[in-house]
Nanobody
Framework: QVQLVESGGGSVQAGGSLRLSCQAS????????MGWFRQAPGKERVFVAG????????NYADSVKGRFTISRDNAKKTVYLQMNSLKPEDTAVYYC????????????????WGQGTQVTVSS
């Protein structure tokens, strides 16, 4: 099992940056595919970015390509989401998720979730 705790959310003006962190507990973090998702009020939770085991392979939603970067530090059991050039439409609760089988786009495929961190971008 793995427990996940997100941090780094906050309020920022459009064009600004934030870095989210997701700290994992457990001894096998390097065995988990990691994803970041977000959920805006009244909307479904959607995929933002994902990273495979070694960190060399990543995927992004079209809406964040070129602005967000996902990375992981297996020694620190942490996955990061660097968010630049933030837009008001990026406002959401951001969640990290872990799965031992593969990197999925559907939230329902993930076994483990953090509690979420709020990101608010004002215009």
């Amino acid at each position: 099992q793995v427990q996940l705790v997100e941090s780094g959310g906050g309020s920022v003006q459009a064009g600004g940056s934030l870095r989210l962190s997701c700290q994992a507990s457990g001894r096998t973090f390097s065995s988990y595919y990691m994803g970041w998702f977000r959920q805006a009020p009244g909307k479904e939770r959607v995929f933002v970015a994902g990273i495979r085991l070694s960190g060399t392979s990543t995927n992004y939603a079209d809406s964040v390509k070129g602005r967000f970067t996902i990375s992981r530090d297996n020694a620190k059991k942490t996955v990061y989401l660097q968010m630049n050039s933030l837009k008001p439409e990026d406002t959401a609760v951001y969640y990290c998720a872990a799965d031992p089988h593969d990197l999925y786009y559907a939230p329902s495929e993930y076994d483990y979730w953090g509690q979420g961190t709020q990101v608010t971008v004002s215009s």
